[in-house]
């Protein structure tokens, strides 16, 4: 368990894994429904940046069934050219995905 309340990460070749630990409540996205993500190349290597409080964005994912679909969200660590978002789907289910950076805007 770490700072964040129960989320530990681990690394894999170019992405991040976050799994929850102790979170009840909701659901998350189902494998077949989950976003697709930028090809692993895009982040491997890259500088990461993750900050203390994550931005609001609106984010353009593609998801499992090839729909895209606008979602709102946080921006939990992003590079020059990806972001790592964390939304909560039109079902109410958690999702995580590194979309390109142009498919991310802030909130206000």
Known sequence: MDARGGEFCTRLPGFERVFD?????IDRVPMRDMARQVPPSVITGARVTRPDEPPQVRA????GR?????VDG???AWTPRAVHVHYVD???RE?????????VTRRP
């Open 95 to 103: 999702g995580w995905v590194w979309v390109w950076a142009s498919a």
């Open 66 to 70: 090839a729909r895209d679909v606008e």
């Open 74 to 76: 946080e921006a939990v």
């Open 90 to 92: 039109a079902h109410g």
């Open 21 to 25: 630990t102790g979170a009840v409540g």
């Open 60 to 63: 353009w994912i593609v998801d």
